[in-house]
């Protein structure tokens, strides 16, 4: 049996001795309450008359309902079900007598409430095993102490508590209270892999009653009496700065209260890495409702003039402060194209070498050379940005969507002027993150505008105000070079990576590794177009490029593409080039392979245009093929087959919608993603123009097949993205009989 | 402002409000019926899906001046406990991710089934191909209302 210390993360574990006596605890909002009436129709329990904490993460009612508080935000991926199982399973009850809670921002608590980079589950694993394990010991230790019996020959099975020998029994509720009294053990017995009864069964998503009957769940959703609604106007381009308004009629129209500039951070804010801000000065304009604030919105005059080139000082994420350049100018997409073509040329930063690949360049048989690039990309979450507010004197309150509010808790705290400790946020569900919602300066906006105007606030975006916003995926160009010897071996590749303003690189990916020559170069061009995450940041744009010159290399090596990648792999396993590679081949190599049995590849039906990719990222590992038809010029996707190894899968089912999900969603973007730029002005402003895959473009039939594993959980929420640009790219060559280099693809 | 009396999910309400207000925002801010969703305000994302009698309509494009005696269902009154055929496939399927979004399609696919109860897969793909999942959960979309169909 496996066994933990707890003190590893024992500030999860303390327990609030003044909760022990009963009584609901903490003071959850209305929003993210459980109600009584839900929770009946919830679980199969009626509400307990009083609730016993045995940590943050639960607390057990006399009758042996249990609540589970999901710590990190929800934003599609099924968190708030799947973190709550892991809980449930080590706590040992039945799924059924548990209901789930919001947890709020508590960083006494909880520790990492962050969404991003497919990482909640994956550093959530531990602590959640040990607040389940920790709680099932205290359980059993209680019922040791009534019964006089020694707690090792204690068992819990379906939240039933066990002596055999004597022949006792009793229910985790009938123990909650004697229970939570315990001192929380130094080291709990973890389960085996082979003894999990919920982690590895499909759950059904805890909030879907809500989400099919309308209920309020989002931040959009949070309406408070005596709340204003307030909208911003942001520059119409990139370059731009607030000069001066006139504001006379927009003031007097039906029920607008106020409309001032803001300025959103101040001057000597040093930012930490979340902290980019597009405009550093919006215009607020305060309202009693949305429609009569968007119609004052569309009369008010705002005068824009350029800003002079600025520098900020940043403190990014686990690195040291350095300062960033936000040249002045009103910038275009075409010159961007130009000039990222020219930097392409020039000799750029060396971020690794292997071997010597001039020589084997110049001994080469053959060498393939091509360019991909990709435009920005805007994440177009379906519920705009928004927030709540409610700043008093020295406090304040904020509730709504988003994705890293430990950090956004800090940096409003100082826009305010009000302690860290006396900010409470609230964690809505979020309408779609995918990056976008880790950037909150809409949360400073929202702070700043209540604050100004002595009342709860809730901050809405137009889609207009969202789109044209900034923080989008960068803009990329990257240039591959292969050469193969006489008996089509691969034996050197050069990749030449960069972007406006971030480059793509990841140096020490595959083929990195796999290949005696290799050389990775890094460039960048300064941007005032602001840039966050964006679902796989960079992976994104990396796998579809690398995946699709692979597919060249292949054809021009003639080797099957699966073939060629795992010949590649072999050798990278075997004898692998340099110290620094960051994947293992052999797992790569296990979700080509699962690929290629499920898709049932190479099995002579020539009437399939078929497209392979397989990439790392964030941990885990994605394989896919995409089967395409081309009818009336048109792609027309019959069968996505994908193989994902994420280790220990949590809830089959919803880890399988997630990962249909990035395939349609990285289908979307390869086919019609892209934001251009005239004068610094974005040229969509909505889905009118802004293209967004729909239902008949998606994929007829998605299949998804996870490796059988017991390797600790990686990321699901992101892997399964960035390979199927190239599957798809690969396809359409096989069903066009054109390569396509530069996304989008668009038919 | 002028007052309208509307016909909301069987309930007649009272508002007092300008009468260009699209039904999207009376939803919302005067009723604080909060399951209809605001997403683009053009009619291209189709979140804000309502039924006008038994029609699929954008609400943010439809002024409550325009609405007189018509019926109004919004997702809170689709049904009266979220057994509407299409809500139980919806939760039999487990379609949603985020979310946001699945009330409009709920909507659109409950007037689909309304007008043809047995949908071929282009019917489907027609009818819903005005909403947006921005979480790409189509496939399963497709298969709820099909199950909804079947039931």
């Known amino acids: ?747 | 402002m002028a007052t309208f009396n509307l016909k909301i999910n069987g309930e007649t309400k009272e508002i007092d409000v300008d009468p260009s207000t699209p039904m999207l925002w009376v939803l919302r801010d005067h009723i604080k019926l909060v399951g209809t969703k605001y997403g683009c305000g053009i009619a291209q994302c189709g979140a804000c899906t309502i039924h006008l009698g038994d029609n699929a309509v954008r609400s943010c494009q439809l002024p409550v001046s325009a609405v007189g005696e018509q019926e109004i269902t919004t997702i809170e009154g689709l049904s009266e406990n979220g057994d509407h055929p299409v809500q139980k496939a919806w939760l039999e399927i487990d379609v949603p991710q985020c979310g946001y979004c699945q009330a409009g399609q709920i909507m659109t696919a409950s007037a689909l089934l309304k007008r043809n109860p047995h949908p071929s897969d282009t019917e489907i793909e027609t009818a819903m191909n005005g909403n947006i999942c921005r979480c790409g959960t189509y496939t399963r979309i497709k298969t709820a209302v099909k199950t909804a169909a079947e039931s």
């Open chain 1, 1 to 747: 049996m496996n066994t933990v210390k707890t003190k590893i993360d024992r500030r999860t574990f303390i327990k609030n001795t003044s909760l022990a006596g009963g009584g609901l605890v903490l003071g959850f909002s209305w929003l993210n309450s459980c109600k009584p009436k839900e929770a009946e129709k919830l679980s199969a329990m009626e509400m307990p008359e009083e609730w016993f904490q045995m940590n943050g993460y639960i607390k057990i009612g006399e009758n042996g309902l249990v609540t589970i508080m999901s710590p990190n935000p929800e934003g599609g991926q099924n968190i708030k079900t799947s973190m709550p199982m892991i809980v449930a399973d080590e706590l040992d009850v039945n799924w059924k007598n548990v209901v789930v809670e919001q947890a709020p921002l508590n960083t006494d608590l909880y520790t990492r409430q962050f969404i991003g980079g497919s990482n909640a589950i994956r550093f959530g694993w531990s602590g959640l095993r040990m607040a389940g394990a920790t709680a099932r010991q205290m359980l059993k230790e209680a019922a040791a102490m009534a019964w006089g019996v020694p707690v090792a020959e204690i068992t819990t099975s379906g939240g039933i508590i066990t002596h055999q020998t004597s022949n006792k029994s009793a229910s985790y509720g009938e123990m909650a209270s004697a229970a939570s009294q315990i001192t929380v053990p130094e080291e709990v017995p973890l389960k085996e892999i082979k003894d999990f009864n919920i982690i590895g069964t499909s759950r059904k998503n805890v909030d879907g009653t809500k989400i099919v009957t309308g209920k309020p769940l989002f931040g959009i959703d949070t309406y408070q009496d005596g709340m204003l609604t307030a909208m911003i106007i942001h520059p119409p381009a990139f370059g731009l700065k607030f000069k001066s308004m006139d504001d006379a009629e927009a003031k007097s129209m039906p029920g607008i209260m106020n409309i001032f500039p803001i300025k959103v951070l101040k001057d000597d804010y040093v930012r930490q890495h979340f902290d980019t801000c597009t405009f550093l000065e919006v215009v607020a304009i305060v309202g009693k409702t949305t429609w009569e604030v968007m119609q004052a919105k569309k009369t008010l005059q705002v005068a824009w003039e350029p800003f002079e080139t600025y520098t900020e000082e940043r403190v990014p994420y686990g690195r040291s402060q350095y300062t960033m350049t936000i040249p002045a100018g009103l910038e275009n997409s075409e010159v961007h194209t130009a000039k990222m073509a020219d930097m392409a040329t020039k000799k750029a930063t060396e971020v690794r070498r292997d071997g010597n690949p001039e020589t084997a360049f110049k001994k080469a048989a053959k060498v393939v050379e091509r360019t991909y690039t990709a435009p920005f990309l805007v994440h177009n979450c379906m519920e705009p940005m928004n927030f709540f507010a409610n700043v008093k004197e020295n406090s304040a309150q904020l509730i709504g969507p988003l994705q890293k509010a430990e950090l956004t808790e800090h940096a409003v705290a100082a826009q305010l002027g009000i302690p860290e400790s006396n900010i409470d946020i609230q964690l809505t569900r979020l309408g779609g993150g995918y990056g976008r919602r880790s950037y909150a300066h809409w949360v400073m906006e929202a702070a700043l505008i209540s604050q100004k105007m002595k009342a709860p606030v809730k901050l809405v975006y137009s889609r207009e105000d969202d789109m044209t916003g900034g923080i989008y995926r960068s803009t990329y160009h990257v240039s591959y070079k292969a050469a193969l010897d006489a008996d089509n071996n691969l034996t050197a590749v050069h990749v030449n990576a960069g972007g406006i303003p971030e480059s793509p690189l990841y140096a020490n990916r595959f083929p990195a590794g796999a290949v005696d020559n290799y050389l990775a170069e890094s460039w960048s061009i300064d941007s005032n177009i602001t840039i966050g995450s964006f679902r796989a940041p960079r992976s994104n744009f990396m796998a579809s490029a690398e995946q699709s010159f692979l597919d060249e290399v292949a054809e021009a090596a003639g080797k099957d593409p699966i073939d060629f990648r795992l010949e590649l792999l072999k050798k990278a396993k075997e004898n692998p080039v340099g110290e620094r590679n960051d994947y293992d081949a052999e797992r790569y190599a296990g979700v080509l392979q699962l690929v290629k049995e499920k898709s049932n590849w190479g099995n002579g039906d020539t009437s399939l245009n078929r497209g392979i990719s397989a990439y790392f990222c964030h941990n885990s590992y994605a394989a896919q093929v995409v089967d395409m038809r081309w009818e009336n010029d048109k792609p027309i996707i019959d069968k996505v087959t994908c193989a994902i190894d994420c280790g220990i899968v949590i809830n089959p089912d919803a880890a399988t919608n997630l990962c249909e999900g990035g395939i349609v969603d990285g289908i979307g973007n390869a086919l019609y993603g892209e934001l251009t730029f005239i004068n610094g002005v974005p040229q969509k402003r909505n889905f009118d123009k802004y293209r967004m895959i729909r239902m008949s473009e998606s994929p007829r039939e998605i299949e998804i097949h996870f490796v059988e594993s017991d390797v600790n959980p990686t990321g699901l929420g992101e892997p399964t993205f960035p390979p199927i640009f190239a599957a798809v790219a690969n396809a359409l060559y096989k069903a066009t009989g054109k390569r396509h280099y530069d996304q989008p693809f668009v038919f």
